[in-house]
């Protein structure tokens, strides 16, 4: 058994049966390919920040992408494992004289994950990581397959990813745009400014709870150690020794308070274990 509770930036104290690590894609492969074959269930877990455990215990095996993290960086291209954490991303390009998407050096999450989730700004402002990508390279059941952008589906919030859910990312080819590392350390800095005036991150979390369609005041809804930030109104905060259960509870709460207003229950934003 081993322990989940680093692994979720809520911090919940989770675990899991097997936690597997591998540090390249080769090793990534060969843990998939051995899984297939026990039909043990696995999930895959990139930075854990987007990703509930609604279970204190996962029977199953937790692949973590964490330790995968070359990027090479050639002329505009950058080729990225799936574990390659998002500010690093940014921050590797930058020291090429690359940018264009510094808006996702404060997502806490991987490759991996901001594709299979297509990570970005607000829907209204039409920035994501797919915007980016020009491939994506795949483990299959039937093999490996490089994906191009188009056939990865993206949408907001959005990728092919979410409904194949056998598939995993191995890394992914991305095209930036020449820009001076002064100027894109500048609007690293502004963006970094905006997020710590904006965003509730003295208190574990995990970005976002729900979709659009939230609509009641979330604020005194508490259950244990969780709650909603009073800051950032669609983050449930581990307020101190929260646990799945609590932020359960806190989900359903927030659920039946739309239903007894007759607004209809708005749908989760983060992917369930
Ligand atoms: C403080 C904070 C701020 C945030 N700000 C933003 C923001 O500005 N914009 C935004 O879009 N999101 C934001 N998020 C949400 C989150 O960071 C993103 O959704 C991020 O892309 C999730 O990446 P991850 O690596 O943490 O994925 P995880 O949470 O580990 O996993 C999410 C899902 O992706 C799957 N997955 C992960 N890696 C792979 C892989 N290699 N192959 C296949 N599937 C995989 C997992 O199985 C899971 O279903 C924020 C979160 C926090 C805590």
Redesign the pocket.
Known sequence: MASLTRRN?LRLPVSTRVLIRPRNRGELVAALEALQHSGIPR?????????FFAQPHFGGAVVD?SLMTAVVVREESIVAD?GVPMPRLVRAAARQGLGGFEYLV?????V???I??N???GRRLGLNLSDWVESVDVYTPGGLQTLTRAECEFGF?WSV?QRQTA???LGARLRALPAAPAEVDQRIRIRMDWVRRR?H?DKP????VFKAGYRIDNRALRAGGAGFSNRTRNWIVNLGGATSSDVLKLLSACRQAHLARGLPAPTLEW?VV
Not at 205 to 208: L, V
């Open positions: 930036t999930v895959i877990l990139g930075g854990g920040s987007n990703l992408t799936a404060s997502v806490p999450g991987t991996g994950g901001g299979f989730t990570a970005g700004r919030r990813f598939w995993v990312i965003q991150r979390n995990a970005g976002s992917q």
